[in-house]
């Protein structure tokens, strides 16, 4: 699946990350591999790739009815083309609770989707917070991906005030539903038992450019996961 052209086939993705879904099942060990961007955004939808990779129990929210309306985020339709006024942000929480491996790279922890209506906005600024009782240098690098695996922010790191401002300018488009989902590395000598939460805090942490009003039952924040060795 060729992702550095532009949009990928929503049906290409699901199938893909039902294809990982069975071999994280075989084996669960690969999972970290099957962690890339091509399917990225359909496999958080389902639910599969962190559940597996991180030891966490999988929360699937309703994927099998609505993955393929899901995974064509980015697409027309998405939100009420009527509404002018707003952009809607929630969380999806890929598990209820999770484990990092140490040494571990690219693991989707957390997915915010956004319903666009009917303008194109673009996010000029989004802070990302972390909380828990681990360190922000238990964390390298932390990017945040789109609907079609491609970075649209970062790489970044937590400061010592615990986050990260991505000031990358991207593109969120009209009446589109689109999904945005944040990966961390963890670091060799991350802290074992270290605990980790990421959100959203509140609409002033979201710039967009024409402004205007972010609803969303802030703060957006996802699942705990914890440090845990190889």
């Given at each position: 699946?060729?992702?550095?052209?532009?949009?990928?086939?929503?049906?290409?993705?699901?199938?893909?990350?039902?294809?990982?879904?069975?071999?994280?099942?075989?084996?669960?060990?690969?999972?970290?591999?099957?962690?890339?961007?091509?399917?990225?955004?359909?496999?958080?939808?389902?639910?599969?790739?962190?559940?597996?990779?991180?030891?966490?129990?999988?929360?699937?929210?309703?994927?099998?009815?609505?993955?393929?309306e899901?995974?064509?985020?980015?697409?027309?339709?998405?939100?009420?083309?009527?509404?002018?006024?707003?952009?809607?942000?929630s969380?999806?929480?890929?598990?209820?609770?999770?484990?990092?491996?140490?040494?571990?790279?690219?693991?989707?922890?957390?997915?915010?989707?956004?319903?666009?209506g009917?303008?194109?906005?673009?996010v000029?600024?989004?802070?990302?917070?972390?909380?828990?009782?681990?360190?922000?240098?238990?964390?390298?690098?932390?990017?945040?991906?789109?609907?079609?695996?491609?970075?649209?922010?970062?790489?970044?790191?937590?400061?010592?005030?615990?986050?990260?401002?991505?000031?990358?300018?991207?593109?969120?488009?009209?009446?589109?539903?689109?999904?945005?989902?944040?990966?961390?590395?963890?670091?060799?000598?991350?802290?074992?038992?270290?605990?980790?939460?990421?959100?959203?805090?509140?609409?002033?942490?979201?710039?967009?450019?024409?402004?205007?009003e972010?609803?969303?039952?802030?703060?957006?924040?996802?699942?705990?996961?914890?440090?845990?060795?190889?």
């Amino acid at each position: 699946m060729n992702i550095e052209g532009g949009k990928t086939s929503p049906k290409a993705e699901v199938q893909q990350a039902r294809t990982d879904k069975q071999a994280v099942s075989a084996n669960p060990k690969q999972s970290n591999k099957l962690l890339d961007n091509r399917s990225l955004a359909a496999a958080a939808l389902m639910g599969v790739i962190a559940g597996a990779c991180c030891g966490g129990e999988v929360e699937v929210h309703n994927a099998d009815q609505n993955i393929e309306e899901d995974a064509g985020a980015g697409g027309s339709g998405g939100s009420d083309a009527g509404n002018c006024d707003t952009i809607k942000w929630s969380v999806h929480l890929l598990v209820t609770s999770g484990f990092l491996p140490v040494g571990g790279d690219n693991i989707a922890v957390t997915c915010w989707p956004v319903e666009v209506g009917c303008e194109k906005h673009t996010v000029e600024e989004l802070t990302i917070t972390r909380t828990g009782v681990g360190m922000s240098t238990d964390l390298g690098d932390v990017k945040l991906f789109n609907n079609y695996g491609q970075t649209v922010a970062g790489p970044g790191s937590f400061n010592s005030d615990n986050k990260v401002y991505y000031t990358d300018s991207f593109d969120l488009g009209a009446n589109a539903k689109d999904l945005l989902c944040l990966t961390v590395d963890i670091m060799p000598n991350a802290e074992i038992g270290g605990q980790h939460a990421f959100s959203i805090d509140s609409p002033s942490d979201i710039t967009l450019n024409p402004p205007v009003e972010v609803e969303g039952d802030f703060p957006l924040t996802g699942s705990i996961y914890t440090i845990a060795g190889q």
